[in-house]
């Protein structure tokens, strides 16, 4: 029998750990973490080339890492919630640890942290998106007239409206944005459907995201809007919406989605129209499509 050393039964076992780091972003986050004697760097960018080369030389010996995102004040109450001394460094791997299991991560595969951190940033702000979402809803309450569960109902609203909105879109990759005027900032979901041969592939996640943002619009009759682009191969895209009115949708004309797509959003300014690309009304959603008559929460 073949006798296997315990260096080489550890080596083994290393690779088949599945790991994550925490990782901080940015230069303020950076700041804040070297208030504590334990964290030893003191340069951001010599420590995100030292993260990336940590990433690769696991990649290299066949461990799986996954990225975090690593927030400086979660950790201090994650810390004081525990009663865990944050400037130790096994209190960070717990506090890393969760974040693995609860928080926005991304797979490291091969990728630089160029390309890598604004996916995770990403991630964060949508989860974030969807939790606040998610949040305001739940504390809707009930309807006073009839005893209906408003969160729920404007839920189940908009899963039937973005099913009628699938149902309805040509053929091709469809790509959705659903933004809502919440305060403090407009909320923006985003829903990629991939169209193959006749079946819709959709992310769990994201529709789960973008019926919820689009239900808060309803709930609180919030000024909002609804965008559909398709993708096929020999076509111009196709581009249509709707604006949110009441707890439906009403139809954007031709001209309106032009208007929308060439302006920027943040300055105002007008954007040249793209090439190629079809402006147009949308299909019918059918009577479950526009604003019910039914009595108003």
């Not at 927030?71 to 130790?88: K, M, N, S, V, W």
């Not at 091709?172 to 305060?183: D, F, I, K, P, Q």
Request: some cysteine; overall charge negative; glycine content about 8%.
């Amino acid at each position: 029998m073949a006798h296997t050393d315990h260096q080489t039964m550890r080596r083994v076992l290393r690779r088949e750990i599945a790991g994550t780091i925490g990782l901080l972003t940015d230069e303020h986050d950076f700041r804040a973490m070297r208030r504590y004697r334990s964290f030893t760097f003191d340069d951001h960018k010599t420590y995100l080339q030292e993260v990336e080369s940590l990433l690769r030389t696991r990649a290299s010996q066949g461990s799986h890492t996954t990225v975090a995102l690593f927030d400086p004040r979660e950790y201090a109450e994650f810390c004081a919630e525990q009663g865990l001394d944050p400037d130790i460094p096994a209190s960070r791997t717990r506090f890393t640890a969760e974040l693995a299991a609860t928080g926005p991560t991304v797979p490291y595969e091969g990728q630089t942290l160029t390309d890598l951190v604004p996916v995770l940033v990403d991630e964060a702000v949508r989860q974030a998106t969807w939790e606040y979402a998610s949040t305001l809803l739940a504390r809707l309450g009930a309807c006073a007239t009839c005893g209906e569960d408003l969160g729920r109902a404007a839920f189940a609203r908009a899963t039937n409206l973005l099913v009628r909105i699938l149902d309805t879109a040509p053929p091709g990759n469809r790509h959705l944005v659903c933004s809502v005027s919440a305060t403090p900032e407009t909320l923006v979901a985003v829903l990629h459907a991939d169209d193959a041969d006749g079946t819709t592939r959709l992310d769990e996640a994201e529709a789960l995201e973008f019926s919820t943002v689009l239900a808060l619009g309803i709930a609180t009759q919030t000024p909002g809007g609804l965008v559909m682009r398709t993708t096929t191969p020999g076509t111009a895209d196709r581009i249509y919406g709707w604006r949110l009115r009441g707890d439906g949708l009403e139809p954007l004309s031709a001209g309106e989605v032009f208007d929308a797509y060439c302006t920027d959003v943040e300055s105002g300014d007008l954007i040249a129209p793209e090439s190629g690309v079809d402006y147009r009304e949308p299909p019918d959603l059918g009577p479950d499509g526009g604003p019910t008559t039914e009595h108003h929460h």
